[in-house]
Nanobody, 121 residues
């Protein structure tokens, strides 16, 4: 199977920056996309930013122009640079990777355990 592990997160004051990183490991055959979701208390997860296998980035309107998603050359790691954070960005951030793995290209849809981002005013 494919596992994803997040790092980064933490606490910052409004207007500050944080960087999240996510690494995928396993016998990955191909990646459909890899990216970040977030979840506010009592709400469903929402997409923040994803990077498709062919390199296209998609952002939620609320973070466009403030967050940038990037990847390494091997496309096994993605990072999310978050600038101009505000208290409304406070949430648990999850890394998600979807694609195919193994010799028979089985499908996978893997989630990390989440990392807390807290922005104080």
């Amino acid at each position: 199977q494919v596992q994803v592990v997040e790092s980064g997160g933490g606490s910052v004051q409004s207007g500050g920056s944080l960087r999240l990183s996510c690494a995928a490991s396993g016998n990955i055959f191909s990646l459909e996309y890899m990216g970040w979701y977030r979840q506010f208390p009592g709400e469903q997860r929402e997409m923040v930013a994803i990077l498709t296998g062919d390199g296209h980035a998609h952002y939620a309107d609320s973070v466009r122009d403030r967050f940038i998603i990037s990847r390494d050359n091997a496309y096994t790691k993605v990072s999310l640079q978050m600038d101009r954070l505000n208290p409304e960005d406070t949430a648990v951030y999850y890394c998600n990777a979807k694609g195919r793995w193994g010799d028979k290209a089985w499908g996978f849809d893997s989630w990390g355990r989440g990392t807390q981002v807290t922005v104080s005013s």
